[in-house]
């Protein structure tokens, strides 16, 4: 039986048509252009990534919450869990909507089902959450602690079970637990550091 030669290594190889119109297809154009659009697209979704890495929420809080009552509806709040990366709005419907560096809100698809937050909510009109950045500085000062400790600061903003005055905690979780712990009433003013 006689060897037949490869089509490719004569110099033959496959060819694509289009079927509608019968012209030839570049296929490894078509790839190569792919490849680039897949590059471009994880390029910027990564400056996008490291852009958002830099904002720290605790500073957006009231831009935030005036967003999340556009965008969200204005139900009362139970609780409000800031940090750095995140933001946690517990409704008193025990919703529970998570807002991102990115900017984006997520409502989880569960809800909040512990029983130490207040189901009648706080008025959120009582906190001065510009201020939420100095109480930081004041925890920090309270506390005795470094000024490296500011950007681990995790600030809950919570009406307790029994229904209890609103209180602002800012815990620094960089350190083992329990947390260095400063709590501040809803007007600002230091109740107790631990």
Do not use: H
Not at 102 to 118: A, H, K, N, P
Not at 122 to 136: H, K, N, P, R, Y
């Amino acid at each position: 039986m006689p060897a037949w030669p490869s089509l490719t290594t004569s110099g033959l190889s496959a060819v694509a048509l289009d079927l509608a119109s019968g012209a030839p297809l570049d296929l490894a154009g078509a790839l190569a252009g792919a490849r680039t659009e897949r590059a471009g697209a994880a390029r910027k979704e990564a400056a996008q990534a490291k852009a958002a890495a830099q904002r720290n929420l605790v500073q957006e809080v009231p831009a935030t919450l005036a967003r999340l009552r556009q965008e969200m509806g204005d139900a009362k709040l139970m609780g409000v869990w800031i940090e750095r990366e995140q933001i946690t709005f517990i409704q008193a419907d025990r919703v529970m909507i998570d807002y991102d560096q990115r900017g984006r809100f997520i409502r989880r698809s569960t809800t909040y089902d512990q029983v130490w937050l207040c189901t009648q909510g706080f008025d959120d009109g009582e906190i001065d959450w510009s201020g939420l950045a100095a109480l930081v500085d004041q925890a920090i000062v309270a506390r005795k602690l470094d000024e490296e400790d500011r950007d681990y600061a995790a600030i809950a903003v919570e009406r307790p079970r029994e229904c209890a005055p609103t209180v602002i905690e800012v815990e620094f979780t960089n350190y083992k637990t329990p947390y260095p712990t400063v709590t501040f009433d809803a007007a600002g003013r230091l109740k107790r550091a631990k």
